[in-house]
C-alpha cells in the first residue's frame, strides 16, 4: 500500500502564492505518476496537475502559467503563483505506484487551500 502525506495549504489573499507538499511512501518500488486534484463545494473532483516519472507535466488550463509542479524522489510539490478566489478547494494528492503486489493508486486526505480577502 501507499500512503501520501500533504502539507502546505492556508489561508492566502487573491493574488498570493502557497507552495503545496506531499510526500508518497509505503511499498513502493516505482512511482509512474504523482499529481494534485482539487475539489470545491458542490463540485466534482479534477486534476489540477500532474508529472510522470519521466517528467512530463500536465495541467489544467485554468492554472497554466500560475501552477508548476515538480517531484523529488517520493516528493511532488505544487507551487501555486497569482491565486485567486476560484482556487479555492481541498487540495488532493495522488499517486500511481508499483507494488510488489501490482499498480495501485494512492490518494492523501486532502489539504484546504483558502483564497479569500
Known amino acids: 500500500q501507499v500512503q501520501l502525506v500533504e502539507s502546505g495549504g492556508g489561508l492566502v489573499q487573491p493574488g498570493g502564492s502557497l507552495r503545496l507538499s506531499c510526500t508518497a511512501s509505503?511499498?513502493?518500488?516505482?512511482?509512474?505518476?504523482m499529481g494534485w486534484y482539487r475539489q470545491a463545494p458542490g463540485k466534482q473532483r479534477d486534476l489540477v496537475a500532474s508529472?510522470?516519472?519521466?517528467?512530463t507535466t500536465n495541467y489544467a488550463d485554468s492554472v497554466k502559467g500560475r501552477f508548476a509542479i515538480s517531484r523529488d524522489t517520493n516528493t511532488v510539490l505544487l507551487q501555486m503563483n497569482s491565486l485567486k478566489p476560484e482556487d479555492t478547494a481541498v487540495y488532493y494528492c495522488?499517486?500511481?505506484?508499483?507494488?510488489?503486489?501490482?499498480?495501485?493508486?494512492?490518494w492523501g486526505r486532502g489539504t484546504q487551500v483558502t483564497v479569500s480577502s
Open positions: 509505503g511499498s513502493i518500488s516505482r512511482i509512474r505518476s
Open positions: 495522488n499517486a500511481q505506484v508499483e507494488t510488489a503486489w501490482g499498480t495501485t493508486v494512492g
Open positions: 508529472i510522470t516519472s519521466g517528467g
